[in-house]
């Protein structure tokens, strides 16, 4: 078979039916702009002047303040209201330290500062925080009071100490910790050049410890994204350090140029490394492939490899939380982002499965299928798995078999085996992602706050299709965060105080996790929303509480059926009016515009409210737009009564009643048929609101006089009288005054033209 009939093959699998192609984008239900969300819906902003990169955020609930770090600055903001009674620390990198980095050749304004990157509780009164120090890695303990009521928030320059293996040296480059206890577990670059990746583990009593150096088996230019501490067993001894990260992967077949794979890495908190091989290095790291991809037929999937993000949602067992991560793709055939969900059930038996092996730099990567020592690699040393009491007594083989086995052969799929929410082919990416588990009159939802690269974060709800074992997801909002459109690159979520916290490059964003009026004044309108946040108390759209004993609570976020809550809402059926006048030969607008864009709007008509109803067709003549319908020309026929409804989720509510009233185009210009003078003096009494509006769509501008005048000589209307100039003849009290003459050069020729139809709209 020739190269060319197989590079057309491999084109057909990757972009032909079988590639199992993501679904079209979902639209959001409501979209808000910034604007909105300030005037209205209580979006509060934080910025400091000369500063930027709010990357690191800190939620803390006790003390009720947001923690954040940024350029050469750590900020204390109130959670309630962060633009109000901030505290600041000035941090800046010492000037010889800006010296060299400007030296080394960066930037000395944009590089050579001190951009906090790591930023923890260490105990009840101080932070723990590190910044790159004009790439010169640098930490120190923040002291930050104990009680909210307490105005402590400084740093103590003589406790500053070296950062290497806990913040990068480049500002743009990321890194991932965790604290627990007094030991902090890091992913980060420990070189200046960004070469060196490791896991480190520093701070404490042990010795700092780090995976295997310049071993691409172990880390392969690696992309660290989140750290987790999760327990295995109420023995402490088996608590795991799990890393998630994106790497290059080496099990990628040679040929076919580098590629990007998600992994998750797991390491045992009480590894100490080995006694005479693998000293001061981890003896327990593991490592595996995470899946997001769409299924297709013939096992052609589209794959989200890029991880972004990683949120980890705790439930009742704090042993299986679940793990949401949000993924993005670098194909050339198609572009978009998901989010994945996985258990840590799936993530245990992928590392309790088979070892990759690989014999030879030509040979494929295949299941282990030899003997496994005793104990099993990856397996920590405690009570509940041996009698091993340190890693150090781990047989040799143990250790020989960990230093040249890290990589699991079965990958972790995600909960359903396929994304929990994608979005392909629209102009961002997700970047970060934060979920609440809210409580609902009718279960429990997890509600998805997810971030993208233009400053939007979209509102997203997970409710069962069929069963609680299938999840359907609804995006409710699209809310625009920052009017920049910078990358959102931190998200906090307070269940507490019902408020997200966002971060980007230029500030610090607050904003509800709900805005229940806005889904409209009605029943319906606040059932077909499904937000689990909100419920109908009978007269509006408000918080839902759960044990509130208010009667009318109404509340269906798996069905959202307003046929079932709203059916004795008083102010079902009526339907706002409105009276809309037309010019026959002319132009109407009738304007109907839901307030979801989830909705699908059919227009009816009916000649007198006692005819039958029949849909409005679409024509060169009716044209329907998004925002209602448009007659090009206005007929007498068209007259009559019209009603806009919205179809949503299957069911149907009348939106607006407009009444077109069509004016003969003699009526509208002041001419009244002959034996019909009525019509054109109008009721007696009352002067026709469009006869002088007509005149000023007619006459030209007061100000263009000159073009005026062209166009009633080209019309043969007799030109105006000339202009007299300042100070000649005429212009005195015998001269005839400006608007007079304008008066009847304009009036005139009306009189002998006849009517003109003009639109009033």
């Known amino acids: 078979m020739s190269r060319t009939l197989l590079l057309l093959l491999l084109l057909l699998l990757l972009c032909g039916p079988a590639a199992g192609r993501p679904p079209p984008a979902a639209t959001p239900r409501l979209k808000l702009a910034f604007p909105e969300l300030r005037a209205r819906h209580g979006l509060r902003l934080f910025a400091l002047e000369r500063s930027c990169c709010y990357e690191a955020l800190l939620l803390d609930e006790e003390r009720g303040r947001l923690f954040a770090g940024a350029q050469n600055h750590l900020l204390s903001l109130a959670l309630d209201d962060i633009s109000q009674r901030d505290r600041k620390i000035y941090w800046p990198a010492p000037v010889e330290w800006r010296e060299e980095c400007n030296w080394a050749g960066k930037d000395i304004t944009a590089e050579c500062m001190n951009f906090v990157k790591i930023l923890h509780p260490y105990n009840r009164t101080h932070l723990y925080a590190c910044g790159t ?36 040296y480049d500002p743009r480059h990321a890194a991932a910790s965790v604290l627990v206890g007094e030991e902090l577990y890091s992913g980060v670059a420990t070189d200046l050049m960004g070469r060196d990746f490791t896991i480190f583990r520093s701070l404490g009593r042990r010795p ?7 071993d691409s088996r ?5 992309k660290f994204v989140a750290v987790f501490w999760v327990p295995e067993s109420e023995d402490p001894d088996d608590d795991k350090i799990y890393f998630f990260f994106r790497e290059t992967a080496v099990e990628r077949q040679q040929g076919l140029g580098k590629t990007s794979f998600a992994r998750i890495g797991q390491i045992c908190r009480n590894d100490v490394g080995g006694q005479r091989s693998l000293v001061n290095k981890w003896t327990t790291f593991l490592k595996a492939r ?15 490899d890029e991880l972004r993000d990683v949120f980890l949602l705790q439930t009742r067992d704090k042993r299986n939380p679940l793990v949401y991560a949000v993924f993005s793709t670098s194909s050339s055939v198609f572009q978009g982002s998901a989010v994945c969900v996985y258990t840590m059930a799936d993530i245990r038996r992928a590392f309790l499965g088979p070892f990759a092996h690989k014999e030879g730099p030509n040979y494929q990567w295949v299941s282990y299928q030899g003997r496994v020592p005793y104990p099993r690699p990856g397996m920590c040393p405690s009570k509940t798995f041996g009698t091993f009491g340190s890693t150090k007594d781990f047989p040799d083989e143990v250790i020989q078999f960990a230093r040249h086995h890290p990589l699991m052969y079965n990958p972790v799929l995600p909960h359903g085996q396929r994304p929990l929410f994608l979005q392909a082919a629209v102009p961002y990416t997700f970047t970060r992602i934060a979920v609440d588990r809210v409580t609902a009159a009718d279960g429990h939802y997890d509600v998805l706050f997810i971030g993208t690269d233009v400053g939007t974060v979209l509102k997203v709800v997970s409710v069962p299709k069929e069963s ?7 995006l409710l909002e699209e809310l625009q965060v920052f009017q920049d459109a910078s990358p959102i690159t931190s998200l906090q979520l307070s269940s507490k105080r019902q408020q997200l916290y966002a971060g980007s490059a230029t500030a610090l964003a607050q904003l509800p ?28 759209c408000t918080r839902y509480v759960p044990n509130t004993k208010r009667r009318f609570r109404r509340q269906d976020v798996r069905n959202g059926d307003p046929n079932v809550l709203c059916s004795e809402d008083p102010r079902r059926g009526s339907v706002p009016q409105k009276q809309l006048y037309g010019v026959e030969g002319s132009t109407a607008f009738l304007e109907c515009v839901p307030k979801s864009l989830q909705a699908r709007v059919l227009w009816t008509y009916q000649r007198t409210p006692d005819d039958p109803q029949r849909e409005v067709p679409t024509d060169e003549r009716v044209v329907r737009t998004e925002r209602g319908v448009l007659l090009r020309s206005v007929q007498r026929a068209d007259a009559g009564l019209y009603l806009c409804h919205a179809t949503e989720h299957g069911f149907t509510q009348p939106l607006l009643r407009l009444s077109l009233e069509v004016i003969g185009a003699r009526q509208a210009a002041g001419k009244a ?11 007696p009494g009352r002067k026709v609101w469009y006869r002088d509006f007509l005149q000023l769509v007619e006459r030209p501008p007061l100000g263009a006089a000159d073009r005026g005048c062209q166009r009633l000589w080209s019309r043969g209307r007799p030109p105006p009288p000339p202009r007299v100039p300042a100070g000649a003849p ?17 009036e005139g020729p009306r009189a002998e033209r006849g009517p003109r139809s003009a639109s009033p709209w």
């Open 133 to 168: 120090g004009a790439f010169h890695p640098v930490c120190a303990f923040v002291e930050a009071g104990q009680h909210a009521e307490e105005p402590i928030f400084k740093l103590d320059p003589r406790r500053t100490e070296d950062g290497k293996g806990k913040s990068p």
């Open 208 to 214: 700092s410890i780090r995976t295997e150096q310049h």
């Open 218 to 222: 172990w880390l392969n230019e690696p």
């Open 290 to 304: 995470l899946v997001c991809a769409v299924p297709g037929p013939d096992g052609a999937d589209t794959h989200f």
């Open 468 to 474: 609680w074992h299938r999840m359907e997801p609804l």
């Open 513 to 540: 996790l709900h805005r229940c009026g806005a889904y409209g004044k009605a029943c319906a309108e606040c059932c077909l929303a499904r937000d689990p946040y909100c419920a109908w108390d009978g007269t509006a």
């Open 673 to 683: 048929p002959a034996g019909d003078p009525q019509l054109a003096a109008g009721p």
């Open 730 to 746: 005429g212009r005195g009290q015998g001269a005839e005054p400006r608007k007079a003459r304008r008066r009847r050069t304009h």
